[in-house]
């Protein structure tokens, strides 16, 4: 079987064997014309807070208060 996705490689001239030969029993068929796209996204529940899913209820809503201003940060 042979199955076409692409060019015929990386030369001008397929290299010995890679393509059928003239005389050689070729069967033809068709497949399903699909998109060779990367894998699913996740659903919304399983994307991490990271990535824009849902935040951790346990997770605090805003981070620590700044340490007050000294005259050591003006420097």
């Known amino acids: 079987m042979v199955r076409l996705t692409g060019g015929m490689g990386r030369g001008k ?14 069967c033809w068929t068709l497949f ?3 998109p060779r796209g990367g894998p699913e996204l996740p659903d919304a529940e399983s994307t991490p807070w990271t990535h824009g899913g849902p935040p951790d209820a346990a997770a605090p809503t805003q981070g620590p208060e700044p340490d007050p201003m000294t005259e050591e940060d003006y420097l």
């Open 32 to 34: 399903e014309h699909a």
């Open 13 to 26: 001239q397929p290299e010995p064997g890679s393509v059928p030969e003239k005389g050689d029993r070729v």
